[in-house]
T-cell receptor
Framework: DTGVSQNPRHKITKRGQNVTFRCDPI?????LYWYRQTLGQGPEFLTY????????KSRLLSDRFSAERPKGSFSTLEIQRTEQGDSAMYLC?????????????FGPGTRLTVT | AQSVSQHNHHVILSEAASLELGCNYS??????LFWYVQYPGQHLQLLLK??????LVKGIKGFEAEFIKSKFSFNLRKPSVQWSDTAEYFC???????????FGTGTRLQVFP
């Protein structure tokens, strides 16, 4: 399968713990996006990268959230000191360059449950 | 701030019925518009997109959408739905100077045989 992959698919953690998710984009795609989706809502933009540079970060993203894409390939999203409100599906997408001109391909998501 | 409104939260149809899902966005500049679909147990996939040119765009599986700039709308249509169209449908927009997608809340479509 050459699509976007995400690991783990499910994560259950206790409040206050740190969690890290990984996203592997489609190999030739240089843009990578993170979104969060809660029940009954559409995906909400969190941040995105062009190669290893983080180009935009949502103002909704608290300081507990950090994302990296160190070599311009895979990306990690870390949530520190998780809260119950962080429970959601975390989606990763990738695309080719060009401002909005190319389709974003989504991965299956990582479902986070904070107990 | 940009936003997207999807007026139909849950639509129930019988097979062969016609479908129209509403989508309105708020942004005064040039936009790109998308419809994504999420079938049960699967990830989001692109149904169709509008960047420029003919405002009537055709997508996969017989879907089409019409961009009406004056109404800030991008409604999705299909003349005859099938049971396999049961899914959640999301409208999304991005402004010309940014790549992030702004999604609507989605419409859950159930098609009964």
């Amino acid at each position: 399968d050459t699509g976007v992959s995400q690991n783990p698919r499910h994560k259950i953690t206790k409040r206050g713990q740190n969690v890290t998710f990984r996203c592997d984009p489609i190999s030739e795609h240089n843009r990578l996006y993170w979104y969060r989706q809660t029940l009954g809502q559409g995906p909400e933009f969190l941040t995105y990268f062009q190669n290893e540079a983080q180009l935009e970060k949502s103002r909704l993203l608290s300081d507990r959230f950090s994302a990296e894409r160190p070599k311009g390939s895979f990306s990690t999203l870390e949530i520190q000191r998780t809260e119950q409100g962080d429970s959601a599906m975390y989606l990763c997408a990738s695309s080719l360059d060009a401002s909005g001109g190319y389709e974003q391909y989504f991965g299956p998501g990582t479902r986070l449950t904070v107990t | 701030a940009q936003s997207v409104s999807q007026h139909n939260h849950h639509v129930i149809l019988s097979e062969a019925a016609s479908l129209e899902l509403g989508c309105n966005y708020s942004y005064g500049g040039t936009v790109n518009l998308f419809w994504y679909v999420q079938y049960p147990g699967q990830h989001l996939q692109l149904l169709l997109k509008y960047f420029s040119g003919d405002p009537l765009v055709k997508g996969i599986k017989g879907f089409e959408a019409e961009f009406i700039k004056s109404k800030f709308s991008f409604n999705l249509r299909k003349p005859s739905v099938q049971w396999s169209d049961t899914a959640e449908y999301f409208c999304a927009v991005n402004a010309y100077n940014t790549d992030k997608l702004i999604f609507g809340t989605g419409t859950r479509l159930q098609v009964f045989p």
